[in-house]
């Protein structure tokens, strides 16, 4: 008999049907749990138990009775099939029909567990305390479940996740509100659920309790994405009864899937807006104005190399004029084109490396999911990869520094406009991906607990400045090409002419660092916005605003000065380039 079959025996057999505490059904929705996972771990009093735990069978310590309990639960709810924890070899422990319960200040009840079930060998295990018991004190519950466990998913339970939970319910705030609180038993979250099974927790980030939402989730909550694709944004303006088949639990992953798609579409509400303004006001396409890059001879002097050249007979002095000239032009034109290939190889190189990084945010952030996260890795990359060669293949895709690389850096290096264009290509397609990572940072799961979820936004809040450095370093890399280019470029232009050339190009620079910091804003806000947002509005934080803000600062998920200040050099990094290449050439 497998553990499912198991596990239907034990709901099965003719026990009273459970009642829920409705007071306490908060904890365990946080985490995404159906009621067939509702698993009381903590009680007030005896009463509780047999009310909503089960039937006292017998007491378990001697000389007190009432210290340790041996309990035939309740018949739960009828395990849902579809989720594969009741497939896990732990899953029979969570609804088992007897159950030790022992009181927060009893010592002997690793004796009381061997009296009820004296067959089980216990040899390597531990029992606990599902429950911290400090934190059941403070909480107000003087009885708590305990299970076998090995030792090793007991002390990666029972470090900082524990710890932390027990200066969180010290506080002020947190006595009043456990004081106030009409619940008589708690049920276990998805922590709780996973140390029962004998999972380890996973270090300080609790990946292993991330990564068991899959065995909670049920597994076609996506197919109703799949196969009405309309409904994400209807779900956001209708009841969920106006789609038929649809429940609250769909409608709850839809609204995710479109909140995590925000920085995508400020994103594209940027290009579109940019799009327009370049072809209305730089391509001209309707004629409202001059193309400039159609009539960028009227700003670049072409330069006469017959003008460069010694004629015989013409004064010693004007000859080596002309030969000083000549040779410091070829210097500048050489000097360019290995600046440009210094600056081209590092473009590329931060771009591939800020790629890897958005490949590794993206398998992260979504490895807690029912998502497989390899899957959309590869279509995240497939997607991006097209932005990239749609780029590439799009007419007049460089409508302005095409034209000025024929009348200038053309002569020295011909391939210089296709170089451009590929490298141009591929920082879009990064740039899309990293977008694409920053969205998989918003598909938030089920809530767990107030202080695991702080530290899960937490961890995701370090992940979206990660982006944003790499962004940035990849956008300044960017904005440095552009002016190296610019530079080279002068080189190719007579000495009457370049104060002319320079303000064009001083413009082009000012309006691509201007747009570059623009997509920086408008993927990383957003996001940010919406993981403070969703901390503040976690339960059970302090009421007061400079305790809540404390808090949040700890975990890095509240507006600060100080910390924001390399948050914004960040975004701005591509539009300090210009002013100071500037300065750094005046000093040269």
């Known amino acids: 008999m497998n553990d499912r079959d198991q596990l239907r025996r034990n709901v099965n057999q003719s026990r009273t049907r459970r009642p829920i505490d409705q007071h306490a059904i908060r904890i365990p929705q946080s985490s995404g749990l159906l009621p067939c996972l509702y698993i009381p771990v903590a009680a007030r009093d005896t009463n509780a138990i047999e009310t909503y735990v089960g039937r006292v069978l017998e007491p378990l310590a001697q000389r007190s009775p009432d210290k340790a309990l041996l309990v035939e639960s309740h018949e739960p709810d009828e395990p849902d099939a579809r989720l594969t924890i009741w497939g896990h070899p732990g899953a029979a422990i969570l609804h088992h029909p007897k159950q030790v319960w022992v009181h927060v200040d009893y010592s002997a009840y690793r004796r009381a ?41 007991n002390s990666s339970h029972g470090g900082l996740s524990e710890g932390w939970a027990v200066e969180y ?12 609180s009409e619940a008589v038993v708690q049920y276990a979250d998805l922590s709780d659920v996973v140390k029962m099974l004998n999972m380890e927790g996973g270090g300080s980030f609790m990946q292993n309790v991330n990564d068991a939402q899959k065995l909670v989730d049920l597994p ?10 309309h409904t994400v944004f209807f779900s956001l303006i209708s009841d969920s009864t106006a789609i038929p088949g649809r429940n609250p639990m769909q409608k ?27 072809r209305d006001y730089v391509r001209c396409k309707d004629g409202k104005c001059e193309a400039i890059g159609q009539n960028i001879g009227r700003v670049l002097m072409a330069d006469d190399p017959k003008a460069r050249e010694l004629v015989p007979g013409e004064p010693v002095w004007d000859a080596k004029k002309k030969a000083i000239a000549n040779s410091q032009r070829t210097a500048s034109i050489y000097g360019g084109r290995l600046t440009f290939i210094l600056i081209a190889i590092t473009n590329l190189l931060t771009c591939t490396m800020a790629g ?35 780029h590439y293949y799009v007419p007049d895709s460089l409508a302005i520094v095409g034209p000025v690389f024929t009348e200038t850096t053309f002569h020295d290096v011909p391939t210089i406009t296709e170089l451009l264009k590929r490298l141009t290509s591929f920082g ?32 995701r809040m370090k992940h979206l400045q990660l982006i944003l450095y790499v962004s940035t370093l990849m956008l300044v890399a960017a904005a440095l090409l552009m002016r190296t280019v610019a530079q080279w470029s002068l080189a190719f232009i007579p000495p009457e002419g370049q104060k002319a050339a320079a303000t064009l190009f001083s413009g082009l620079m000012t309006i691509e660092a201007g747009l570059l910091t623009l997509v920086l804003a408008a ?21 007061t605003e400079p305790e809540r803000e404390k808090v949040l600062q700890n975990y890095d998920l509240a507006f600060s000065l100080p910390q924001s200040l390399p948050r914004i050099a960040a975004i701005l990094g591509p539009v300090l380039v210009g002013p100071i290449g500037e300065m750094v050439s005046r000093l040269g």
């Not at 040899?123 to 403070?138: E, K, Q, T």
């Not at 740039?431 to 961890?459: Q, Y």
């Not at 993927?523 to 993981?531: E, G, K, Q, R, T």
């Open 252 to 278: 709850l992953q839809i609204t995710r899937l479109v909140i995590a798609g925000v920085p995508l579409i400020s994103l594209f509400s940027l290009v579109l807006i940019f799009g327009y303004v370049a």
């Open 356 to 390: 890897g990084i958005a490949c590794f945010v993206l398998i992260r952030s979504l490895a807690h999911t029912t998502i497989h996260p390899i899957r959309w890795l590869v279509l995240a990359i497939a997607v991006s990869i097209t932005v990239g060669l749609t």
């Open 523 to 543: 993927v990383y806000l957003p996001a940010a916005f919406i993981l403070q947002t969703r901390a503040e509005s976690l339960p059970d934080l302090p009421e």
């Open 428 to 459: 879009y397609a990064v740039i899309f991906l990293l977008s694409l990572a920053v969205c998989t940072i918003l598909f938030l799961g089920n809530a767990s607990s107030t202080p695991d979820e702080l530290k899960r936004l937490s961890i």
């Open 220 to 229: 076609d909550r996506w197919s109703p994405l799949l196969r009405q694709p």
């Open 169 to 180: 319910h010290s506080t002020p705030r947190m006595i009043e509100l456990n004081k106030a």
């Open 113 to 153: 567990y061997i009296r009820a079930f004296p067959d089980i060998d216990l040899s390597g295990f531990v029992l606990d305390h599902i429950m911290n018991r400090r934190v059941a004190r403070l909480k107000g519950f003087n009885y708590l479940r305990i299970v076998p466990i090995s030792r090793q998913a």
